[in-house]
């Protein structure tokens, strides 16, 4: 699915089922939220944190992708509101990100 697609897609289905979307500050609040439902499992999975219940270890990467998911949703619906079109802002976000660090990273003796 392109991007276009999938904002399209998030568009059909708040028109249909989630009846409108919530204002862009209400967006920003549940990104932040979901980000931070994926942190708190990265930090588990990746990380030094360890689970509560051995069930949430075994379910792990499933969660792991929906989390991820449920972050894009979210993202997407702020782009909608926004007239962001996403595709296009992707590819500009990749074209500058060549251009200014095109060597940067190469050089970075830490790498």
């Known amino acids: ?54 069930s949430d270890e075994d379910s792990a990467m499933e969660s792991l992708e929906g989390e991820m998911a449920d972050v894009l949703f979210v993202l997407i619906c702020l782009a909608n509101q926004c007239g962001v079109d996403l595709e296009t802002a992707f590819r500009k976000s990749i074209e500058k990100k060549t251009k200014r660090d095109k060597d940067r990273h190469r050089n970075n003796e830490k790498l």
Do not use: C, H, P
């Open 1 to 54: 699915m392109k991007i276009q697609e999938a904002q399209q897609t998030v568009d059909e289905w708040i028109k249909t089922v989630g009846v409108r979307y919530f204002n862009e500050l209400t967006n920003t609040a549940i990104l932040t939220e979901e980000v931070g439902e994926l942190a708190s499992l990265m930090a588990r999975i990746y990380g030094e944190q360890s689970f509560k219940r051995k």
